[in-house]
């Protein structure tokens, strides 16, 4: 129903990017670390996002890299077709480009200054095979960003039920990523408490009582009018402050630049 609504035209599908920038706290997490990112990229680089889904990330991306070459892929040919339709409305399709791929076999060796990630490791099997695709298709200091569950998610195990694992631990997926062939790999919690409490008032609870009743999508409006100033609180300590522990890992790893 969702897809539905915000598909029918550009307007509403940055309404439901905006929405979905607001809500997941590994949104914020992701933006701030491209922020970041971006002052260390050329102006003209080249960016893929391995496992676009709804495109939000791309959409993001296009905006604070005007002159960035942004490929994105996915395995589901309707979210490819649908971002695509999306991209060209809005006059920005010269540069950026949705293809159908699988990750397990998608390499192209040194093309990519960067890299994403984003709730996409969870779902494969042989992570190891795709890191190293991925370590092959950057240049040298050319940078990964993955957003993943860590294995303090016990919320997900029970409310998603398509992921090969229940997250990651914060070594495993540092030695994954070392035996890649990145040299440079830094970790770090989301979804602290209060990031967890956000989580399931804002989208957990919500998902739950429309898979009971669509007449709950009446009530949406009237519940985050209550519920989302709160989050958006919640949300903003998550990102602000240091997590010790928590259900989601956001990791910045690096290839090595070459020397001579």
């Excluded at 990017?17 to 701030?32: P, S, T, V």
């Excluded at 339709?85 to 390499?107: G, M, S």
Aim: charged residues 20%; contains cysteine.
């Amino acid at each position: 129903m969702l897809g539905i609504v915000f598909n029918r035209s550009p307007i509403m599908r940055k309404c439901f990017y905006i929405m979905l920038d607001l809500l997941l706290i590994r949104a914020w997490h992701i933006k701030r670390s491209l922020r970041q990112i971006r002052n260390i990229l050329p102006d003209n680089a080249f960016v893929l996002d391995a496992g676009a889904g709804f495109g939000q990330y791309t959409y993001f991306m296009s905006k604070i890299g005007k002159s960035w070459q942004i490929k994105a892929v996915d395995v589901k040919s309707e979210q490819v077709e649908d971002c695509n339709r999306f991209f060209y409305k809005i006059n920005r399709n010269d540069r950026i480009r949705f293809e159908i791929a699988d990750l397990n076999t998608f390499c192209e060796p040194e093309q990519y200054h960067l890299v994403i990630c984003i709730d996409v490791m969870e779902h494969i099997s042989d992570d190891i095979a795709v890191f190293q695709n991925i370590h092959s298709s950057l240049k040298p200091g050319g940078i990964l960003l993955v957003s993943t569950p860590s294995d303090l998610d016990s919320h997900h195990k029970s409310f998603i039920c398509e992921h090969v694992r229940d997250g990651y631990n914060v070594c495993e997926l540092r030695n994954k990523l070392t035996q890649a062939g990145f040299t440079k790999v830094e970790v770090k919690y989301t979804y602290g408490l209060f990031g967890q409490i956000s989580w399931i008032i804002s989208i957990k609870f919500p998902m739950m009582m429309l898979n009971v009743t669509t007449l709950f999508f009446i009530l949406l409006p009237f519940y985050y009018s209550v519920t989302f100033p709160v989050c958006l609180l919640f949300n903003l300590w998550d990102v602000c402050v240091e997590q010790k522990s928590g259900t989601g890992l956001n990791v910045c790893a690096t290839k090595t630049q070459e020397t001579h």
